[in-house]
């Protein structure tokens, strides 16, 4: 009997066992259902309490002895506590969705909102925004049905919405290339919300992020519906204190540190040390080039050319960055190509490792375009402005491994707490 866990499929992506086995002393797993096998698993109640995901949210309510009037009115049920053998359903994504719209401060009120998506977690979120007086809740769907709007009719008539949120799974792991709106299309929107957690960033909310509006990733919504779950099945309450300590500890855990900067300014050997303290996997992007080429970067430099060279730095990089937990070492021209960095930062903080001019190697034959002194002090100016625009931290790298490693890592620290503590515009 696995008393406490997660049905539905897949599930692969999920952060649920994580959060609950921080949250409390049980035992929690992970249980994909195939549709066959559901209501052999229902009736047997062989459980305490679970949650429900995709495709199940609707499809447990016929079995369910009480149902809580919000997930009653939302027609979803994503918690299911067992007592006595009576199954008592509840709603948390409801609760999640409230707390991230409070916690960052999204005026719903008289707003314009449109809900991409038509699943269980979009019925959810209407609901709190009926609650929050939006002014028009329009629900967009691809294959639109009872009153879902088409992407075509939102384009054609609705492209003055305020609040765009999405719960659909366009942009989710691993098309995280992907995104269900362009907001350049959308010049009154104010504020996104993207319920996906995985990436970390979606890209979304990452051009929500470059057009200075408010936005908030799924993250906190996943944490937060998961404790009002947990109290349910344990009834108790959880302090503020316990979320923001959980947030914190999966951002340290699954975000990737990004390490820019010129040539011989230290990435990879700073990016090793660094992975070994956060006990991180090292990626150096230059040696998954050479992999992926089966040549060594002068090579293809002789025989290819820079074009060549930065198609394959492109490729590489969009498929290192749909990982997670990794410290990422890039080679010195990775800023050259914007779509490098949208990519790494849908899961990554950008560290930039700036060194002493006069400190730089130049003349190395493995790094084609430090020919000479006076390359790479024309690189270095050129690049410059970009490592600053790009990068969340910056650090400057002329003393010892050691304290720039540890350095490194307080810094990722205080930039988490900092987004944390906001409530702001960035997680």
Do not use: W
């Not at 700073?270 to 150096?284: T, Y």
């Not at 890039?330 to 849908?346: A, T």
């Not at 730089?360 to 375009?369: G, V």
């Amino acid at each position: 009997m696995s008393e406490y866990g997660l049905i539905g499929k897949p599930l692969s992506h999920s952060f649920s066992k994580i959060i609950h086995e921080k949250l409390a002393d049980y035992t929690y797993e992970l249980m994909p259902l195939d549709e066959e096998d559901l209501d052999y698993f229902l009736r047997q109640k062989d459980f305490k309490g679970i949650n429900v995901t995709i495709p199940y949210k609707k499809t447990v309510i016929p079995y369910l002895d009480f149902i809580d009037e919000n997930a009653k009115a939302i027609g979803a049920v994503n918690t299911i506590v067992n007592r006595d053998g009576k199954l008592y359903g509840y709603n948390t994504d409801y609760d999640g969705f409230d707390y991230m719209i409070q916690h960052h401060h999204v005026p719903i009120q008289n707003q314009k909102v449109l809900v991409l998506g038509n699943g269980g977690a979009a019925a959810a979120i209407k609901a709190v925004c009926r609650n929050h007086n939006a002014k028009q809740i329009l629900c967009v769907s691809r294959h639109p049905k009872d009153d879902a709007i088409s992407y075509k009719e939102v384009y054609t008539s609705h492209c003055d919405a305020n609040i765009i949120i999405n719960t659909s799974p366009v942009g989710m792991y691993p098309h995280i290339d992907e995104q269900a709106v362009d907001l350049n299309d959308f010049p009154k929107c104010k504020a996104v919300l993207d319920v996906v957690y995985n990436p970390i960033c979606t890209k979304l909310c990452l051009q929500a992020r470059e057009k200075g509006l408010l936005y908030a990733t799924g993250m906190e919504m996943l944490i937060v519906q998961a404790i009002r779950a947990k109290e349910h099945f344990l009834q108790d309450t959880t302090p503020q204190k316990v979320i923001d300590q959980i947030l914190f500890d999966l951002l340290m855990e699954k975000t990737n540190l990004v390490f820019i900067g010129m040539p011989s300014c230290g990435k990879s050997t700073i990016g090793k040390k660094v992975a070994q303290l956060s006990q991180k996997k090292f990626i150096d992007l230059d040696d998954e080039i050479e992999k992926e080429a089966k040549k060594t970067i002068p090579e293809i430099f002789a025989e290819s050319g820079e074009v060549v060279f930065r198609e394959l730095e492109t490729k590489v990089t969009k498929r290192i960055s749909a990982n997670q937990n990794l410290v990422i070492a890039c080679g010195g021209g990775i800023i050259k190509n914007k779509i490098n960095i949208d990519m790494l930062r849908l899961n990554g903080i950008l560290i930039f490792l700036d060194r002493d001019l006069n400190l730089l190697e130049s003349n190395d034959p493995n790094r084609p375009l430090s020919s000479s002194q006076k390359a790479v002090e024309d690189m270095y100016h050129q690049r410059m402005p970009y490592y600053l625009q790009y990068s969340d931290i910056q650090i400057v790298n002329n003393t010892n491994l050691n304290k720039i490693s540890q350095t490194s890592i307080q810094k990722v620290k205080d930039h988490i707490q900092d987004l944390i503590c906001t409530g702001g515009k960035t997680i």
